[in-house]
């Protein structure tokens, strides 16, 4: 098709894959397909809002931010089932001014293999980092209850993901200081024992990490101009 079908992610049995498209007009929604091309699915329909950033867990569950274009736009968390019955709302974020860039809130949520908590990334300020703003890595419980910010400092941490065994996350960070500039780092779910995996001298800029094994990472990269 002509239009944006991106943000893929597959489910638990493996059957199907869930992505966010454009195919319906001035919004994103979300839906699935199977891995043969057929039996597309539309999954939401909310005229005008977009929904993006989908995660489909173990438990069956689907974790998606939903963002409301306008004066004041702020990306929450939901959750549905994966017949998009049951959407709840999890996060509430406010914020008294506009972006200048992606929207403020929560953003990436991922659910842990055990089904019990979600990581995702908010977006809280538009100061440094490159102009990519400060985003800090949050966990919470499955029903969006007992928020805990686990980052908290100036860089902007992105697209966390759990390891197989749930203890730990992994992510990016785009940061002012050069040397922790687009890194790979870890850290253990309730924010201790935060280290940096990619080490210098750094000739590559790496993104997206993606656990294999419980002690395997595999991630993107391009040369660096450092």
């Not at 939401?44 to 004066?71: C, L, Q, Y």
């Amino acid at each position: 098709n002509n239009t944006a079908d991106f943000g893929a992610v597959w489910s638990p049995n493996g059957k199907r894959i869930l992505f966010t498209t454009s195919r319906f007009g001035g919004q994103f929604d979300l839906a699935t397909i199977k891995t043969d091309g057929s039996g597309f699915k539309r999954l939401t329909s909310t005229a005008k809002i977009h929904e993006m950033d989908p995660h489909w867990g173990n438990n069956n569950i689907i974790v998606f931010n939903r963002w409301f274009p306008g004066t004041l736009p702020v990306a929450c968390i939901w959750k549905m089932n994966s017949d998009s019955s049951n959407q709840v709302q999890l996060t509430k974020p406010y914020f008294p001014k506009k972006s200048y860039g992606a929207p403020f809130g929560d953003m990436d949520p991922k659910i842990s293999p055990k089904g019990n908590k979600i990581a995702f990334e908010r977006h809280q300020n538009n100061k440094g980092n490159f102009g990519f703003g400060d985003y800090d890595l949050y966990v919470m419980d499955i029903d969006g209850k007992n928020a805990k910010n686990i980052s908290n400092n100036s860089a902007a941490e992105a697209v966390p993901t759990w390891s197989p065994d749930g203890k730990k996350l992994a992510f990016w960070v785009v940061s002012d200081k050069l040397k922790d500039a687009l890194d790979i780092f870890i850290i253990n779910k309730d924010g201790t024992g935060r280290r940096k995996v990619t080490k210098e001298p750094d000739t590559l800029e790496e993104e997206m990490p993606s656990w294999i094994s419980s002690d395997v990472l595999i991630f993107s990269g391009k040369r660096s101009k450092k």
